[in-house]
């Protein structure tokens, strides 16, 4: 059986899976709020490098 990676202390009680998630997503602000995290975590990663992708020089000077 596979043990579950989520893992979370309330009130001195470990919570695991589907139990520690909720309390996560309630910690923050409920499923709307937690999802528009994430998202927007997501998109800065992407949009850099994406803008790092696009500033690197595809030609290189010869010498």
């Known amino acids: 059986m596979k043990k579950c990676s989520l893992r979370i202390v309330k009130d001195n009680k470990v919570l695991y899976g589907t139990a520690a998630q909720l309390h996560k997503i309630s910690q923050e602000g409920g499923w709307d709020l937690y999802h528009e995290k ?23 000077i010869a010498k």
């Open 38 to 60: 994430i998202v927007e975590k997501i998109t800065q990663k992407v949009t850099k490098e994406v803008l790092s992708e696009i500033n690197s020089p595809i030609l290189k």
